[in-house]
């Protein structure tokens, strides 16, 4: 399974919302809804923000949001904050029972 | 307190072997499934490998470009995993995480060993 596709980067102002697309395919992102959003900041260890395409675990932000439509996943992040500049990656089951990442975001606060 | 702790990580030349832990602490460790996870220098996250829960059957799964070289193992009496990595390749160097969970989420991480495999 090659890696998910997601944009290398995306950027907004403080306040604004932004959404980054994760893509895969029918064997991945499209057959379970297994999809999870990670977020890390440079030199730390990764942080679920989402879990099973669209659940917050507890002490997440609840403007952290996800959902999916076919191959495509999207994490949607409202009412941006400088402490949401980080690296976000998404990740799916595989029908190859693996576990596939995508290569990984760069969202910039302005 | 809840906590993962990976030891072992270091330099190694090609074709060489390395073994790392990943201590556990603050939950139950048997009841979980336990991966790895790796991260090239610069580069993003890679999914290593996995094993299952003792009434899960202990399973492992591996990604390709391990499989056949790495073993994932665990030891509930010690609350420990580990990673076997044989046949090493430069290819290998990176930060190495263990992670709870696997399939729906990774819930939690440590915060990585480093491998460098370099002649």
């Known amino acids: 399974h090659s890696a998910l596709t997601q944009p290398a980067s995306v950027s907004g102002s403080p306040g604004q919302s932004i959404t980054m697309s994760c893509t895969g395919t029918?064997?991945?992102?499209?057959?379970?809804?297994?999809v999870s959003w990670y977020q890390q900041h440079p030199g730390k260890a990764p942080k679920v923000m989402i879990y099973?395409?669209?659940n917050r675990p507890s002490g997440t932000s609840n403007r952290f949001s996800g959902s999916k439509s076919g191959n495509t996943a999207s994490l949607t992040i409202s009412g941006l904050q400088a402490e949401d500049d980080a690296d976000y990656y998404c990740?799916?089951?595989?029908?190859?029972?693996?576990?596939?990442f995508g290569g990984g975001t760069k969202l910039t606060v302005l | 307190e809840v906590w993962l702790v990976e030891s072992g990580g270091g330099l190694v030349k090609p074709g060489g072997s390395l073994r790392l832990s990943c201590a556990a602490s603050?939950?139950?460790?048997?009841?979980?499934?336990m991966s790895w996870v790796r991260q090239a220098p610069g580069k993003g996250l890679e999914w290593v490998g996995r094993?299952?829960?003792?009434?899960?059957?202990?399973?492992?799964d591996y990604a390709a470009p391990v499989k056949g070289r790495f073993t994932v193992s665990r030891d509930d009496s010690k609350n420990t995993l580990y990673l076997q990595m044989n046949s090493l390749k430069t290819e290998d160097t990176a930060v190495y995480f263990c992670?709870?969970?696997?399939?729906?989420?990774?819930?939690?991480w440590g915060q990585g060993t480093m491998v460098t495999v370099s002649s």
């Open positions: 990740c799916s089951y595989t029908s190859g029972s693996t576990v596939v």
């Open positions: 603050g939950f139950t460790f048997s009841d979980l499934w």
């Open positions: 094993i299952k829960r003792k009434i899960d059957g202990e399973t492992t």
């Open positions: 099973d395409v669209n």
């Open positions: 029918s064997s991945d992102v499209g057959a379970y809804n297994y």
């Open positions: 992670a709870t969970g696997d399939i729906n989420a990774f819930t939690m």
